[in-house]
């Protein structure tokens, strides 16, 4: 089966690339690597919610906007490469907009990992960091990369 059978297999539609919001590119690729730019959770051009994670924003919306991010990382890689085209996922950084004293990063990008898992099977499973930081871009509780190996 391929990647993008299994994506309709699972109900999932890679949405357009989101717009870089400053002097980026969405990915940049070296030899079999694609690197996404950090994308948020964008849905139809707005974000779901904004805030912190642990304040205004609970773990388990802020682990949904980190599928999200997955998501919308697929749908540039998509884009760059063509997701059929992805060997495997090498790593996930995930950054966490966290209310002082939230500790609960690791599962909150749970989110993005469960999805890229659900989407590659074996060739999903990935390094990753999961880190707290005090703001994100446009007040996002979630941001996320992908480097993926490509053919």
Known sequence: MTHSERLAELGLVLPAVAAPVAAYVPTSRTGDLVFTSGQLPFVDGSLPRTGRVGAEVDAEDAAADARQCALNG??????????????????????????????????????????????????????????????????????????????
């Open 74 to 151: 697929l749908a540039a890689v998509h884009a760059a490469v063509g997701i059929d085209n992805v060997v495997r996922v090498v790593k996930v950084v995930g950054f966490v907009a966290s209310a002082a004293g939230f500790n609960g990063q690791p599962a909150v990008i749970n989110g993005a990992s469960d999805l890229l898992g659900e989407v590659f099977g074996e060739a999903g499973r990935h390094a990753r960091s999961a880190v707290g930081v005090a703001e994100l871009p446009l007040g996002a509780p979630v941001e996320v990369e992908l480097i993926v190996e490509v053919r």
